[in-house]
């Protein structure tokens, strides 16, 4: 390009631009009126808002609900179809209360019988600890009834 075909493209380029800031409309014109509902963005920012909301009340509510269900049996019948109703019955207690203290007052009576006959001398700890009851140490001969199978028979064994 030649200086004088350069300088002619220049002119006609600010002629363009000069012709563009002088005859261009007011801006009132040009910029969109901004109405509450017009413009698709809000639209989509209004739908977003909406399903937040709706998952965050979900996530708020979905354990006051189940609370709900699973203590209310009038609830339950009245609101949850039988077909979706999976609860079990309670079971029994196998034992009451005063048979379980029974059960914990013979155990520590008969606890405190083996102490009198002298069960837990420190000997018959010390074979306690590294023995599996009901298993002779003699008749065990790959170790599977030592309760730590990888201590040997002279280590000390620690309390923790």
Known sequence: MTPGEREAAMREADAKMREYHLNRPPIELVKPKKSKWGNPRDDQTFIQAAIVVSFVTAFLITPLLGRKIA???EFRKKY??????????????????EELHEQLVQVQRELHERAIRGDFEPEKLDKMRRHFGGVDPGDDPHGWGKLHPGVDDDEDIEDD
């Open 71 to 73: 203590t209310d049996e």
């Open 80 to 97: 949850i179809p039988a077909w979706y109703d999976y609860t079990i019955e309670r079971p029994e207690s196998a034992w009451t209360r």
